[in-house]
């Protein structure tokens, strides 16, 4: 069983379109994160999110939301995508520690 | 703000030779430090932690609070040790974000 699972893993879309990355965990994990990957390998972090708090880096655009159905699920919806949202975006969860456990992450690319 | 510094964002070195990836932070509580590793469009694993002090494929890496620095040392590198190596940097709080430098990509020669 995959711990941390992302869908797609590929998504390519045109720009202006709205668009959905979902992600589950079955680790019980209580914590949520989404990192955003850009084309220099660098990692910066977007949401993190737990039943309490959600927790949203100030420089991430208004365009993205995380929605959280519940514990196990935190997905990314971005709106009017644009061509520098083109990035790899990486789910990953974690319990009482920062031990992380990512998903393979999700390549998305605006055209 | 906590900030993590890794100065090279490109190394290589031959098998069998020892190597270091060097990680500098910037926090002013105490810190918690981890080395993730990116095997080629893999997803990131977790390599090792400050607070264990383990050695995972023959990696070590010592907290120098002294020098603000957690360096990442294998004595005898291998070809598959070749991925992208992240030091992270976990501040206190309670969304346990982690702070990640801009990450080393690490080449072992044959």
């Known amino acids: 069983d995959t711990a941390v699972s992302q869908t797609p893993k590929y998504l390519v879309t045109q720009m202006g379109n709205d668009k959905s990355i979902k992600c589950e965990q079955n680790l019980g994990h209580d914590t949520m994160y989404w990192y955003k990957q850009d084309s220099k390998k660098f990692l910066k972090i977007m949401f993190s999110?737990?039943?309490?708090?959600?927790?949203i880096n100030e420089t991430v655009p208004n365009r993205f939301s995380p929605k959280s159905p519940d514990k196990a699920h935190l997905n990314l919806h971005i709106n009017s995508l644009e061509l520098g949202d083109s990035a790899v975006y990486f789910c990953?969860?974690?319990?009482?520690?920062?031990?992380?456990?990512f998903g393979s992450g999700t390549r998305l690319t605006v055209v | 703000a906590q900030r993590v510094t890794q100065p090279e964002k490109l190394l290589s070195v031959f098998k069998g030779a020892p190597v270091e990836l060097k990680c500098n932070y910037s926090y002013s509580g105490s810190p918690e430090l981890f080395w993730y590793v990116q095997y080629s469009r893999q997803r990131l694993q977790l390599l090792l932690r400050h607070i264990s002090r383990e050695s995972i494929k023959g990696f070590t890496a010592d907290l120098n609070k002294g020098e603000t620095s957690f360096h990442l040392k294998k004595p005898f590198a291998q070809e598959e040790d070749s991925a992208m190596y992240y030091c992270a940097l976990g501040a206190s709080g309670s969304a346990r974000q982690l702070t990640f430098g801009s990450g080393t990509q690490l080449t072992v020669l044959p």
């Open positions: 990953a969860s974690s319990q009482t520690s920062f031990g992380y456990t």
């Open positions: 999110y737990n039943n309490k708090e959600l927790i």
